[in-house]
Nanobody, 119 residues
Framework: QVQLVESRGGLVQPGGSLTLSCAAS????????MGWYRQAPGKQRELVAV???????NYADSVKGRFTISRANAKNTVYLQMNSLKPEDTAVYYC?????????????WGQGTQVTVSS
């Protein structure tokens, strides 16, 4: 019923910038929060940033001051602006949405997109 489609990641040099987007489509009554997670090979998936319906945000300590999460509510789309990228940011980035679909509250995941930071 619901799909989260992420934009393509890419290869970025250290210090560079990249913006990811995630669009939710399907039967959506309301979105409570949307966020971004990432997972590097051999490591656990970790929260990068999340934004609530009220606009409050939370960031992982490792990305504070460098990443910015935002949402275009009318489009059910969330963005992650990544600046001053570091090699440690290399991971598969997953979009997540906490939403109501057909009166059921569930978490949905995007397909994941690879972001590689390397010189």
């Amino acid at each position: 019923q619901v799909q989260l489609v992420e934009s393509r990641g890419g290869l970025v040099q250290p210090g560079g910038s990249l913006t990811l987007s995630c669009a939710a489509s399907g039967i959506i009554f309301s979105i409570n929060a949307m966020g971004w997670y990432r997972q590097a090979p051999g490591k656990q998936r970790e929260l990068v940033a999340v934004i609530s319906s009220g606009g409050s945000t939370n960031y992982a300590d490792s990305v504070k001051g460098r990443f910015t999460i935002s949402r275009a509510n009318a489009k059910n789309t969330v963005y992650l602006q990544m600046n001053s990228l570091k090699p440690e940011d290399t991971a598969v980035y997953y979009c997540n949405a906490d939403l109501y679909s057909d009166y059921v509250r569930r978490n949905y995941w995007g397909q994941g997109t690879q972001v590689t930071v390397s010189s």
